[in-house]
């Protein structure tokens, strides 16, 4: 007789579009190794639906939220809920599985996750939410000194409200560069913009020396990002266009499903 698997503890911080998509993931059975014990979100209403499609607890705070014994807390709503929970949930001895890579961007909040994370061995486990490729950005970047760039590629609706945005945008019909700077500047200048750049720069050159720019593409749905990682005799594109926002929370159904999966992609 087969010995009794033992699920995995999940819980799950954000419960708008991303954390849904994951709630449905497990509903549907493709997070059978998870145990969901419990959801913290900002709207009540919004976490008391989410948390009755698995029968768990509504949390009021991320104290009451770790209670529940968690062996992971996936968060999918924030740069500061991370700031705000990443510290607490490592020292709880559960890992953290991260959307909202901006986060990151503070060095000084870096280092402290990774110190705190080295402490009470636990891991942080970053999503790749509308972009791969991590693996091939990072072999590059180790085998020497990766000259890294990405390029992203929006429509003018998505920049409004942000210091980028100017109204001509709207009428142009050619596109029309907006921001040209490393990923530490876009992420102070856009926090809920460009996750993607801060999880590109990590893996291969930091922050401080990937080079970072925003076109304004007339019309344009969605959201198209090309890193390109390079060295002498070796060069890695990664080029992924996104509709929706989707994929990021597919992201996470991903790397949870790897993270219990005996062949890790």
């Known amino acids: 007789m087969s010995a009794e698997i ?10 708008g579009k991303l954390g849904n998509i994951v709630m449905d993931a497990w509903c549907k059975g493709l997070l059978s190794e998870y145990e969901i014990v419990g959801v913290l979100g900002r709207s009540r209403e919004h976490a008391r639906s989410m948390a009755a499609k698995a029968g768990c607890p509504v949390c009021e705070s991320i104290e009451e939220l770790l209670s529940m014994k968690p062996d992971y807390v996936a968060e999918m709503a924030s740069v500061q809920l991370v700031k ?19 986060a990151f961007a503070d060095e000084e909040f870096y280092e402290r996750i990774k110190d705190t994370a080295r402490k009470n061995h636990t891991k942080v486990h970053i999503a790749s939410g509308a972009i791969g490729g991590f693996d091939v950005l ?13 390029v992203t590629h929006k429509g003018p609706q998505s920049l409004k409200n942000t210091p980028v945005f100017r109204e001509s945008l709207m009428e ?14 876009a992420i102070k200048l856009l926090p809920t913009k460009v996750n993607v750049s801060v999880a ?18 007339p019309g344009m749905e969605g959201d198209d990002h090309k890193i390109t990682a ?14 929706t926002s989707d994929i990021a929370g ?9 993270l219990v999966s005996p062949i890790m992609f």
């Open 230 to 243: 390079e060295i002498d005799g070796v060069k890695a594109v990664v080029d992924i266009y996104s509709r």
């Open 84 to 102: 705000d929970i990443g510290e607490k949930v490592l020292s709880s001895g559960a890992d953290l599985v991260v959307l909202s890579i901006g």
């Open 172 to 185: 142009d019909k050619e596109e029309s560069e907006v921001f040209a700077g490393n990923a530490k500047e």
């Open 200 to 217: 590109a720069s990590l893996a291969t050159s930091g922050t401080e020396k990937t080079r970072f720019h925003i076109i304004s593409v």
């Open 138 to 150: 990072r072999t590059v970047a180790l085998m020497g000194q990766a000259e890294t760039k990405m």
């Open 6 to 15: 033992t699920k995995k503890r999940l819980a799950i911080a954000g419960c």
């Open 250 to 258: 597919w992201s996470v159904v991903a790397l949870l499903q790897n």
